[in-house]
């Protein structure tokens, strides 16, 4: 069975801190990377995908991947109370897995951004 | 990306009775999933949504329970046959365009049994 662990939370910051969320895979046949924000109520809502070892940076967001440790992270600077939600990590499984386009997520991080 | 949309949204159904649901996207899709996030869970993939054929399930999870129908690129049903109580669930339609990688979701429709 793949898994996809995070960090159980829940995780709360002030407003301007930085947000840090981790997640471990268990499938090196992996390659793709994803970040879903869900607020409650809502449905997930992707927010980054990574690709490549090393960190790819979009506004407030950056993600980190490391392939060797089976890694991934979200970082979010300058938190905002409206970033508070869970962060849902996803994984593809690789063709180990049955198909690569298939996601496992993982259970989700909740974030509270306290103003 | 595509938007896709969920009928109904929301339902409360008597234990035995069988719901489906619908999912609709303005743009065609390589592939469409459906997936059950139960309360306080993630997310966890029912099956795989086939145009014109049998739709492939996970593990756990058989067609005479969620048979699935996919009959053009835009659109899928899923029926929740024979429910119980433990299928109170949201349950959730996605989209995976093969030019993104990406996977996108509908906006969910919140199953309650009664």
């Known amino acids: 069975q793949k898994e996809v662990e995070q960090n159980s939370g829940p995780l709360s910051v002030p407003e301007g801190a930085i947000a840090s969320l981790n997640c471990t895979y268990s499938?090196?046949?992996?390659?793709?990377f994803f970040w879903y924000r869900q607020y409650s109520g809502k449905s997930p809502e992707l927010i980054m995908s990574?690709?490549?070892?090393g960190d790819k940076e979009d506004g407030r967001f950056t993600a980190q991947l490391n392939k060797a440790s089976q890694y991934v992270s979200l970082l979010i600077r300058d938190s905002q109370p409206s970033d508070s939600a869970t962060y849902l990590c996803?994984?593809?499984?690789?063709?180990?897995?049955?198909?690569?386009?298939?996601?496992?997520f993982g259970k989700g991080t909740l974030l509270t951004v306290n103003p | 990306s595509a938007v896709i949309s969920q009928k109904p949204s929301r339902d409360i159904c008597q234990r035995g009775t069988s719901l489906t649901i619908q999912c609709q996207v303005d743009?065609?899709?390589?592939?469409m999933f459906w997936y059950r996030q139960q309360p306080g869970q993630s997310l966890t993939l029912i099956a795989t949504?086939?145009?014109?054929?049998?739709?492939?399930?996970e593990s756990g999870f058989v067609i005479d329970k969620f048979p699935i129908s996919r009959p053009n690129l835009t659109f899928s049903t899923l029926t929740v046959s024979n429910m119980s109580p433990e299928d109170s669930s949201i349950y959730l339609c996605s989209g995976w365009t093969s030019g993104y990688n990406e996977q996108f979701f509908g906006p969910g429709t919140r199953l309650t049994v009664l």
């Open positions: 990574i690709y490549s070892n």
């Open positions: 499938d090196r046949g992996s390659q793709s």
């Open positions: 996803a994984v593809n499984r690789g063709l180990s897995g049955g198909s690569n386009y298939k996601l496992t």
């Open positions: 949504a086939n145009q014109g054929s049998e739709a492939t399930y």
């Open positions: 743009s065609q899709v390589t592939m």
